[in-house]
């Protein structure tokens, strides 16, 4: 299975600033990557999907960029609302995988 | 538009069967889109468990394969999940979603159920 590695963990950031998390695969993907957004005792909500595109309805702050092995979700200014924890998923081949999570906390 | 709606026994004896059924409801069925499940332990991320495609077509994690059988209804316009020899370690939040492969030529998890919390107890 392809293990999908996210960085960091866990982030603590201030409201306005713009922050980056990033996913890599164990092995090529092309651009089979969606990113999604979960809140507690939520659903997980899909943001990018593509690597880079934008879903309906997702704030134009979140975008989502690479290919291959090496993808980055970037928010360019956070709002209170964006504080989650943010997942990445492939579905480039089976069993389509996850990352572990990135938590995203105020500082 | 879509929405989804998980339903089933909150609490399994060990050794049980899992038994959960998503509801499919403003869409078909049978539309061109495959339907999943993934799962979330208390406190974890998220695990892929499998999907059905409305000819009955499947894909299972291998991690699970061996234990899981996902059916479809299309009469009812829904989809079932059935995990065999359940432990702890099968306690968690289950959802349905859709994988959508409307995306051009890409495809995403669009529409996900609430989620059901299943405990695996005695």
């Known amino acids: 299975a392809i293990q999908m590695t996210q960085s960091p963990s866990s982030l603590s950031a201030s409201v306005g600033d713009r922050v980056t998390i990033t996913c890599r695969a164990s092995?090529?993907?092309?651009?089979?990557l969606g990113w999604y957004q979960q809140k507690p005792g939520k659903a997980p909500k899909l943001l990018i999907y593509?690597?880079?595109s934008l879903q309906s309805g997702v704030p134009s702050r979140f975008s989502g960029s690479g290919s291959g092995t090496d993808f980055t979700l970037t928010i360019s200014s956070l709002q209170p609302e964006d504080f989650a924890t943010y997942y990445c998923?492939?579905?480039?081949?089976?069993?389509?995988?996850f990352g572990q999570g990135t938590k995203l906390e105020i500082k | 538009q879509v929405q989804l709606q998980e339903s089933g026994p909150g609490l399994v004896k060990p050794s049980g069967t899992l038994s959960l059924t998503c509801a499919v409801s403003?869409?078909?069925?049978?539309?061109?889109?495959?339907w999943s499940w993934v799962r979330q332990p208390p406190g974890k991320g998220l695990e892929w468990i499998g999907e059905?495609?409305?000819?009955?077509?499947?894909n299972y994690n291998p991690s699970l394969k061996s234990r899981v059988t996902i059916s479809v209804d299309k009469s009812k316009n829904q989809f079932s999940l059935k995990l065999s020899s359940v432990t702890a370690a099968d306690t968690a939040v289950y959802y349905c979603?859709?994988?959508?492969?409307?995306?051009?030529?890409?495809?995403?998890?669009?529409?996900w159920g609430q989620g059901t919390m299943v405990t695996v107890s005695s």
């Open positions: 979603a859709r994988r959508n492969t409307g995306f051009g030529e890409s495809n995403a998890f669009d529409i």
């Open positions: 403003g869409g078909s069925i049978s539309s061109s889109n495959w």
């Open positions: 059905i495609y409305h000819s009955g077509s499947t």
């Open positions: 092995q090529g993907i092309r651009n089979d």
């Open positions: 593509a690597a880079s």
């Open positions: 998923l492939q579905d480039y081949n089976y069993p389509h995988t």
